[in-house]
Structure formats: C-alpha cells, structure tokens
C-alpha cells in the first residue's frame, strides 16, 4: 500500500533583507515603549522609596523605606483634598457625559438624516488638546467678556460671577469643560459597540411588545458588556490624568488641585522633590491599575469577547 505525503504550503522564504527589516521594525518600537513607558515607570517606583532633589548624583540619593508614603497620607495637607477632586471628577464623568454620551449614540444609531455632520461635530472637541478646551472655556468664563455671562446678564462690576477664580465654582466650570471633550469620546465608543449589536435582538424584543426603553434596557445595553467596560475604564483614566485644563486655568491651585499636579509640582515645580513626586505618582499609577488590570484580565479571558467573535 503506497502512503503518499502531502507537502505542507510553506509561505515565500523570507530573504536576509526581509529579516532584517522585520528585526529593525520590532526592535525600534520595543526599544522606545521600554526607554520612555517601563524604564521611567520602574525609575518612579524606585525613587519613591528615597530622598532626592534631582541636582546631585546618583550617589546624593538618600534611601528612605516608606517614609515619603507615610508623608503623603499623614502630614501633605494637598493630598486628600486633590483625592476628594479627582473622585468628584469620577463621579462626575461617570453620571453626566457618560450617561448623555450614551443617549446622543442611541439617537444617532436611529440614522437620522445629516448623521454623519452630527457625528462630526460632536467629536470635534476630542480632536483638541485638553489645554486647548482649557483656553477655549477661559474665554466661555471670562467674567465680563464671557459668553455665560453676557447671556445671564452679569458682566457689571459688582454683579459679576467669577466662574474660574472662586474654588465654590471653578471645580465645577472645569467639570463642564471637560464634559464637553469627554462627550465626544463616549459617543463614538458607544456607537460602535451600538453599530456590533445583533439587529435580530431588537427585532425580536419587538415582536415580544416591548417598547424602545425596554428594548433598550432589557437588550441591547447588556449586550454592551464591553463597550461598557471600556468605558468604565476610559473614564477613570481621563478623570486620573486631568492635568492640562486645569493647568492653564491657575495651575490647578485654589480649588482646583488634583494629584496630577501635585505630581508635576513636586518633580518638575518649586518644590524639586523627584522622590517625593515620584511616590505621588506610584499612587496614581496604582489607582489607574486597579481598574485597567481586571479589564486586561476578562479580556483575555474571554469575558469581553462575544462566542461569534472568537
């Protein structure tokens, strides 16, 4: 009995050149993503545990345990009231422009006529640079020339409302500043998760009689799993990282502190404290993780990722 082979297809062999442009071309991004995201990151990790003002050498670095986190937490009088701010921004981000980012993708996913210019003008804000919102809002709040006050009528002296200078306000302007950017952001994510939600579900929620909120609440929001989880996450990264809006307002003082610019003013403000900064910035960064590593855990999983698409 002759037993016949079959030949396995093998792909064109790739010559010496090929080879060594694929080597340059994973070499190069790993050795930037490690030099400018693990190394700086490991760096920060270690500094945090020690006294240095960054003039000296290495040999000026005093190693100091835990002491710089027992600082933080007991005797840094910024510290909790820029932890209040950032959770206020969380919450914020995640009941407001998140909840209407979620309505403007459901009511464009109706394909409404002009949906597209919609859609463009919507995300224009994302496109911009957080310090660009900033500036573009400090002249929404200028207390005589301000948009907001010349429609409320406000723009004598005496009579004025001084939305970014008084701390009562300027937490909140900020929060409706970067809402508008933030919008955007949340629309597109929603919509595409709308856009990859079975059209039978809907179709058969209506033939049981529901209506379009329970269809919507029953169907097709808890088929947005994870967009949902995205979300989630991206919001608690935006509301982390808030830093240049706040900056160009007052350099995020007087009410509008947040512990990323207490990162800043410690390593590269007055202060000059890289070891204290960098410990600010382990917290900010564990935050951060908490909420991204359960996300890299379901994804990988399998748990953000529908039968149909494995």
């Known amino acids: 009995m002759a037993v016949t082979t079959r030949r396995r297809r093998r792909g064109p062999r790739l010559t010496r050149r090929d080879k060594l442009v694929l080597a340059?071309?994973?070499?190069?991004?790993?050795l930037l993503h490690l030099n400018l995201i693990w190394v700086p990151t490991l760096l920060s990790v270690a500094l945090s545990f020690a006294r240095w003002d960054g003039i000296g050498g290495l040999d000026t670095i005093q190693w100091i345990g835990l002491e710089n986190y027992r600082q933080v937490f007991t005797i840094y009088p910024p510290f909790w009231p820029a932890v209040q701010h950032n959770l206020?921004?969380?919450?914020?981000?995640?009941?407001?422009?998140?909840?209407?980012?979620?309505?403007?993708?459901?009511?464009?996913?109706?394909?409404?006529?002009?949906?597209?210019?919609?859609?463009?003008?919507?995300?224009l804000p994302v496109?911009?640079?957080?310090?660009?919102?900033?500036?573009?809002?400090?002249?929404?709040?200028?207390?005589?020339?301000?948009?907001?006050?010349?429609?409320?009528?406000?723009?004598?002296q005496g009579n004025l409302i001084d939305w970014l200078g008084n701390p009562k306000l300027n937490l909140w302007a900020m929060l409706v500043a970067a809402s508008?950017?933030?919008?955007?952001?949340?629309?597109?994510?929603?919509?595409?998760?709308?856009?990859?939600?079975d059209a039978s579900l809907r179709e058969a929620a209506a033939i049981d009689g529901a209506n379009e909120w329970q269809a919507f609440r029953r169907v097709v929001f808890p088929a947005l799993k994870p967009i949902n989880?995205?979300?989630?996450?991206?919001?608690?990264?935006?509301?982390?990282?808030?830093?240049?809006?706040?900056?160009?307002?007052?350099?995020?003082?007087?009410?509008?502190?947040?512990?990323?610019?207490?990162?800043?003013?410690?390593?590269?403000?007055?202060?000059?404290?890289?070891?204290?900064?960098?410990?600010?910035?382990?917290?900010?960064?564990?935050?951060s993780l908490a909420f991204i590593i359960p996300y890299l855990v379901m994804y990988f999983r399998g748990g953000l990722v529908g039968r149909e698409g494995r």
Do not use: C
């Not at 340059?24 to 790993?30: C, G, K, N, R, S």
């Not at 508008?180 to 939600?197: D, F, Q, T």
């Open 24 to 30: 340059v071309m994973i070499a190069v991004p790993t």
């Open 88 to 123: 206020i921004w969380l919450v914020f981000f995640l009941l407001i422009p998140t909840t209407f980012g979620l309505f403007l993708a459901h009511q464009l996913d109706k394909q409404l006529r002009a949906t597209r210019i919609y859609q463009s003008a919507i995300y």
């Open 127 to 156: 496109v911009l640079a957080l310090a660009i919102v900033g500036f573009i809002w400090q002249l929404v709040y200028s207390p005589e020339q301000g948009l907001i006050n010349n429609l409320l009528g406000r723009t004598e």
């Open 180 to 197: 508008w950017r933030h919008v955007g952001y949340i629309m597109i994510l929603y919509l595409a998760g709308l856009k990859s939600v």
């Open 229 to 287: 989880v995205v979300v989630l996450v991206v919001t608690v990264i935006e509301s982390l990282r808030a830093f240049e809006i706040v900056w160009v307002i007052n350099a995020g003082r007087n009410g509008l502190e947040l512990l990323s610019v207490l990162v800043y003013d410690n390593v590269v403000g007055e202060a000059s404290r890289i070891g204290f900064g960098s410990t600010l910035a382990v917290i900010l960064l564990t935050v």
